[in-house]
């Protein structure tokens, strides 16, 4: 039986549902709703058409002005995408983190989280989207057998030898052409496209984050908060505060 959590906020009620399919996320979450960690906090970053974002326990009592968005419980969650099965459909309930430049293997925040909004797309815009993520997987596969052979690329480039680069690069790009059919390439699956075409989602987030949970009750508050004015830092003008408890 899954765990259902009550988002209480000053524009309304939100009820999540938290997924047995990602446990450490779930039971994270769980111990922190118990210890009251979200009890005053914020929802301290809102993009309009895009997410909610909150559970920075700095923002608890946080003046107008200060930049949010760096706090948490001193620790990570492994990362968890269970994808495709979970995705970031509209309410999809997700684990925020530091980007992959600093943070590779994708591992969430302890306590930050935020909850899809995005778009409702056509058929033709997803297969456009289809495209832009198979050439992004594709780039990254290069860039992976790539810095595999740094040394070798290193040694080319010394000796000025343009030949052996170009023999090298169409080599590499043979390899990531078939390790990207090994991997069936990207594909939307039937549910992800009834979603986003219907109640909408942020699909560019797919496989990327952590979706933990969804919006089982509320999702009007959600619209609600997506839709408010913002400051410096998509911060909302006027305070957004929660309290949590477990159902």
């Given at each position: 039986?899954?765990?259902?959590?009550?988002?209480?906020?000053t524009?309304?009620?939100?009820?999540?549902?938290?997924?047995?399919?990602?446990?450490?996320?779930?039971?994270?979450?769980?111990?922190?709703?118990?210890?009251?960690?979200?009890?005053?906090?914020?929802?301290?970053?809102?993009?309009?058409?895009?997410m909610?974002?909150?559970?920075?326990?700095?923002?608890?009592?946080?003046?107008?002005?200060?930049?949010?968005?760096?706090?948490?419980?001193?620790?990570?969650?492994p990362?968890?995408?269970?994808?495709?099965?979970?995705?970031?459909?509209?309410?999809?309930?997700?684990?925020?983190?530091?980007?992959?430049?600093?943070?590779?293997?994708?591992?969430?925040?302890?306590?930050?989280?935020?909850?899809?909004?995005?778009?409702?797309?056509?058929?033709?815009?997803?297969?456009?989207?289809?495209?832009?993520?198979?050439?992004?997987?594709?780039?990254?596969?290069?860039?992976?057998?790539?810095?595999?052979?740094?040394?070798?690329?290193?040694?080319?480039?010394?000796?000025?030898?343009?030949?052996?680069?170009?023999?090298?690069?169409?080599?590499?790009?043979?390899?990531?052409?078939?390790?990207?059919?090994?991997?069936?390439?990207?594909?939307?699956?039937?549910?992800?496209?009834?979603?986003?075409?219907?109640?909408?989602?942020?699909?560019?987030?797919?496989?990327?984050?952590?979706?933990?949970?969804?919006?089982?009750?509320?999702?009007?508050?959600?619209?609600?908060?997506?839709?408010?004015?913002?400051?410096?830092?998509?911060?909302?003008?006027?305070?957004?505060s929660?309290?949590?408890?477990?159902?």
């Amino acid at each position: 039986m899954s765990t259902t959590v009550l988002i209480k906020t000053t524009l309304g009620d939100i009820k999540v549902k938290l997924y047995d399919e990602t446990p450490q996320h779930r039971d994270n979450f769980i111990k922190l709703v118990k210890e009251g960690y979200y009890n005053g906090t914020l929802f301290h970053r809102v993009i309009k058409d895009f997410m909610i974002q909150g559970g920075d326990p700095d923002s608890k009592g946080a003046p107008a002005g200060k930049s949010l968005g760096t706090g948490g419980p001193g620790y990570t969650v492994p990362a968890e995408i269970v994808y495709p099965q979970l995705f970031h459909k509209r309410g999809a309930l997700a684990a925020a983190r530091q980007g992959d430049e600093v943070n590779p293997q994708r591992n969430s925040s302890g306590s930050q989280f935020y909850i899809a909004w995005g778009d409702v797309y056509t058929g033709g815009k997803l297969g456009q989207m289809e495209k832009q993520m198979n050439m992004m997987m594709e780039q990254e596969i290069f860039n992976s057998l790539a810095a595999e052979r740094k040394a070798q690329i290193m040694d080319l480039r010394r000796n000025r030898d343009q030949a052996g680069l170009m023999e090298l690069q169409n080599e590499l790009i043979a390899l990531t052409k078939e390790e990207a059919k090994r991997r069936g390439g990207f594909k939307f699956t039937p549910e992800q496209k009834e979603a986003y075409s219907t109640t909408g989602g942020t699909p560019h987030l797919d496989n990327q984050y952590t979706v933990f949970g969804e919006v089982i009750e509320g999702l009007e508050i959600v619209g609600k908060i997506q839709e408010c004015a913002t400051a410096h830092g998509d911060r909302p003008k006027e305070d957004i505060s929660m309290t949590m408890e477990l159902l």
